[in-house]
């Protein structure tokens, strides 16, 4: 029953991988489309470094956070984002997590996008300020671990031109992830498993006039766990995000590397041998 489980769950994060890719292949190979019909797709790659903490603080209650640093063109070549999420997470039960708190992501101006203006019209970093929530649900699968993870976000944003006005938009997410131990039956210290998830996600507000689909994202890598403090995850993102005009689109091809911090400041003593530990969520 376990392998028929672990089998499922490869086999649900596979397919989805395989098939969104074969869909925009697919399109890719139609006929020529008329001017009237054409579509724009921008390929753009990257790479995300991610430092994610999560440290217990009372009985139930975690202190959580994520800082990124993003860049772009050709990997490294120019600098995307600094992205800062704080919060703090309580546990419900083993199979429950629920989290919320603010986010202050830092955003650097492409500078093809401004063409021939004026560059003293233009912000070359400008913030973005939002609130979230998030519930987090864990479902144990044979050996593997599923969890289901759907976030909200309010978020206060603005264009690169100076003055320009702020507006709220709602983004609301889904993502369905697996961790599955390649070299242990559990998810212990010393294990090497491998990390696939797929997410979508939805905006919605006055701004939005025709992308209430905002983005797909697919990921498939690898993790180690060397302690229940340390975990390290790599591996490829592909994303795919229509843009505002209805007929351009962005392909975004990106390496991960993270690293997982997890401390206990409640300082009680507690058995660590033979423990399963939960990995973090990218």
């Known amino acids: 029953m376990k392998s028929i489980n672990l089998k499922l769950v490869a086999g649900i994060l596979l397919l989805a991988i395989i098939s969104t890719i074969q869909t925009v292949r697919a399109q890719e190979t139609l006929p020529e489309p008329t001017p009237a019909q054409r579509r724009i797709v921008e390929q753009e790659s990257g790479f995300w470094l991610g430092l994610y903490t999560k440290y217990k603080i009372g009985e139930r209650l975690y202190y959580y956070g994520e800082y990124h640093l993003r860049t772009r063109d050709r ?20 199979n429950l997590e629920i989290t919320g708190g603010i986010v202050t992501p830092f955003y650097w101006a492409p500078g093809a996008d401004f063409g021939d203006a004026d560059p003293s019209t233009y912000d070359n970093i400008v913030p973005q300020f939002r609130f979230w929530q998030q ?31 702020w507006e709220l938009t709602h983004r609301f997410r889904y993502k369905i992830l697996s961790y599955i131990p390649l070299n242990s039956t559990r998810l212990e210290n010393n294990t090497l498993f491998y990390a696939g998830y797929a997410e979508v996600f939805i905006q919605a507000g006055k701004p939005i006039i025709s992308n209430y689909l905002e983005d797909i994202r697919l990921f498939s890598g690898l993790g180690y766990i060397v302690n229940e403090n340390i975990q390290l995850q790599t591996g490829f993102q592909w994303t795919w995000q229509p843009q505002n005009s209805g007929f351009e689109y962005k392909s975004r091809s990106m390496l ?14 507690r058995k660590k041998d033979n423990i399963e530990i939960r990995p973090g969520v990218l």
């Open 135 to 165: 519930f987090l649900f864990v479902q144990p699968v044979g050996v593997a671990k599923l969890y289901h993870q759907f976030r909200t976000e309010q978020r206060w944003r603005r264009d690169y031109e100076v003055n320009s006005d």
């Open 75 to 94: 990997l490294i070549r120019e600098m995307a984002q600094i992205y800062l999420r704080f919060g703090l997470s309580y546990i419900v039960n083993p």
């Open 256 to 269: 991960r590397f993270s690293i997982y911090h997890n401390l206990d400041f409640t300082n009680r003593k």
